[in-house]
Nanobody
Framework: QVQLVESGGGLVQAGGSLRLSCAAS?????????MGWFRQAPGKEREFVAG????????DYADSVKGRFTISRDNAKNTVSLQMNSLKPEDTAVYYC?????????????????WGQGTQVTVSS
């Protein structure tokens, strides 16, 4: 069992930056999992944002955030982060971190088995 808690969300103006963190606890270390960030805006489906392989070697991003967001992980601290720069109003959503038992960086929600409660990110224009 893995518990995930996101933090770092908030209100920021367009062009600003935020850094989200996800802390894992439980009997399993996140080094056993690939990690992903997803987001869900009101009235929309939850969508993949970024993923990182279990060893941190491979990262993948949604086209909409490439060049602006960076995912990283610290397996020793059991944390994964999402640095978000040049934020846009369309980035407004609840952001979730999740674990996947796959070693790669899947983009499908069904490939992830544990989820956090989410943190709200609001970008004003």
């Amino acid at each position: 069992q893995v518990q995930l808690v996101e933090s770092g969300g908030g209100l920021v103006q367009a062009g600003g930056s935020l850094r989200l963190s996800c802390a894992a606890s439980g009997r399993t270390f996140i080094s056993d999992y690939a990690m992903g960030w997803f987001r869900q805006a009101p009235g929309k489906e939850r969508e993949f944002v970024a993923g990182i392989s279990w060893g941190g070697v491979r990262t993948d991003y949604a086209d909409s955030v490439k060049g602006r967001f960076t995912i990283s992980r610290d397996n020793a601290k059991n944390t994964v982060s999402l640095q978000m720069n040049s934020l846009k109003p369309e980035d407004t959503a609840v952001y979730y971190c999740a674990t996947s038992p796959l070693r790669s960086t899947p983009q499908a929600r069904e490939s992830y088995n544990y989820w956090g409660q989410g943190t709200q990110v609001t970008v004003s224009s």
